[in-house]
């Protein structure tokens, strides 16, 4: 294998790219703006210690994953897209459109792969609940709704929506495979200023399909649960419960009788998911992509897609109104 990909940030989500991409093989190069950092992880996983500029002009590196602030991500990937590099940006792509659009633009130019990190997209789970939904186990979607909320770490460069929400947007999208017309906003600023702790957002398809997502950084119980509401089914993928029941199936039947609506479960179940770490997998496919050119699962456009929707989730909050698509 070769040993052909750099990380840039080895902070607390870096490092796990870093180990992941070590232990696939391929890890040519570290980079962080802590030199000290830096320098421990490269001893600890025996690769070299470079500079930006250096990983930009070494021949050797074909690959670059980026995962540092998002202010930076913009600038950085369109730099080791010109140098003829395929790229991996941690979520969000941008925090721009324009900016997302000009990544997107580069990447043609240079015939280079941008790839951007919706972890969740790569899960056992999410890829069997996709699955499931075409081979028709929940009939007509009616209905998504996902909840991500957690206790702890508070960030003061991005709100709670633009931290947490990504994921649930680009699964939603990726399961309508439409783009919603309406979005609206709820939020919250607790602990800092103007700065959303917690938010819920509306979207309305052009379909009738509707989604609803709740985050939060100020809950004291963690949850990662997204539901799929069908006409004969719900499927619900629970990311905190253990393997064999992180993905359940309940499939009912409703009953008019005296004017009432009586519904009966007619079935449910727990799938069996093959055990295996989603940013491995998310790490091999960058691998692949790097390797054969692939077009990523992620590529430009969707990461677009998820952008425009946090943009306009901003303007939504911003104007406490509902904003059209």
Not at 68 to 73: Q, S
Request: net charge positive.
């Amino acid at each position: 294998m070769k040993k052909n990909i750099a990380v840039i940030g080895c902070g607390q989500w870096g490092k796990n790219l870093v180990r992941n991409f070590s232990e696939l093989g391929v890890l040519n190069s570290v980079c962080d703006s802590n030199v000290k950092t830096a320098r421990n992880f490269a001893i600890k996983y025996n690769v070299k210690n470079l500079t930006f500029k250096e990983i930009l002009n070494d021949s050797t590196i074909e690959g670059v994953v980026l995962t540092v602030p998002a202010k930076f991500h913009a600038s950085m990937a369109i730099d080791v897209m010109n140098k003829g590099k395929h790229v991996f940006v941690e979520k969000p792509l941008a925090l721009r459109v324009s900016d997302a659009k000009l990544m997107i633009e580069t990447a043609k130019k240079k015939k280079v792969r941008l790839m951007v990190g919706h972890l969740l997209q790569y899960h056992p789970v999410f890829r069997n609940i996709k699955k499931l939904i075409k081979s028709g186990k929940v009939g007509k979607l009616n209905y998504i709704y996902s909840n991500r909320l957690s206790f702890g770490k508070v960030r003061s460069e991005e709100n709670i929506i633009w931290s947490f929400a990504p994921h649930d947007i680009s699964m939603i999208l990726s399961i309508t495979n439409e783009k919603p017309k309406f979005i609206s906003v709820e939020t919250k600023s607790i602990l800092q200023k103007n700065h959303a702790d917690i938010a819920k957002i509306h979207m309305q398809f052009k379909s009738g399909l509707k989604s609803y997502i709740s985050v939060s950084w100020l809950n004291p119980f963690k949850e990662a649960k997204l539901l799929v509401i069908g006409s004969s089914g719900i499927l619900v993928f629970d990311d905190t419960k253990t393997w064999k029941e992180k993905l359940a199936l309940y499939q009912y039947k409703s009953k008019i009788s005296k004017g009432l609506i009586n519904l009966k479960r007619s079935n449910f179940k727990y799938f069996k998911i093959i055990e295996e770490e989603p940013l491995k997998i998310e790490c091999k496919h960058f691998i692949d992509v790097v390797k054969n050119n692939k077009c990523p699962i992620t590529d430009g456009k969707e990461g677009l897609n998820v952008l425009k929707i946090l943009s306009a989730s901003s303007k939504s909050e911003k104007i406490n109104k509902r904003v059209k698509i």
